[in-house]
């Protein structure tokens, strides 16, 4: 994946209200109408959001009539996501010294695997 399109993509997630949605509609389609009763917001905002989902293609909808109908159009890509965002990681702290010892570890294990030149 190209960096500018996994950047915007990694934006479609960064907000609360997006992240909402995807939370709602990985549990299956949902009309507008349905997602306005649901979520905190106004018709307008939610459409803002929906937009910018549908434009990193995460969300795609199916109309009929003015009845229009969200679904994930990567539903496993949202899913491994929203799971991932889900895990209790620890926040790992290091020392300077520590920081200094990997890199040491590091330029010593790099130099051992250089090939000398015959």
Request: glycine share 4%; aromatic share 4%; charged share 30%.
């Amino acid at each position: 994946m190209e960096t500018e399109t996994a950047a915007e993509t990694l934006k479609a997630f960064s907000h609360p209200t997006r992240l909402s949605i995807l939370q709602e509609l990985l549990a299956g389609p949902k009309c507008v109408t349905d997602m306005e009763e649901l979520l905190p917001v106004r018709q307008a905002n939610l459409s803002q959001h929906l937009c910018v989902l549908r434009n990193a293609k995460l969300v795609d909808f199916a109309q009929e009539g003015a009845l229009r109908c969200y679904y994930l159009s990567r539903p496993r890509l949202v899913g491994d996501m929203l799971k991932l965002l889900g895990r209790e990681e620890p926040v790992i702290k290091r020392s300077p010294a520590q920081l200094k010892a990997d890199k040491q570890r590091r330029e010593r294990a790099r130099q051992r695997l250089k090939i000398p030149f015959v």
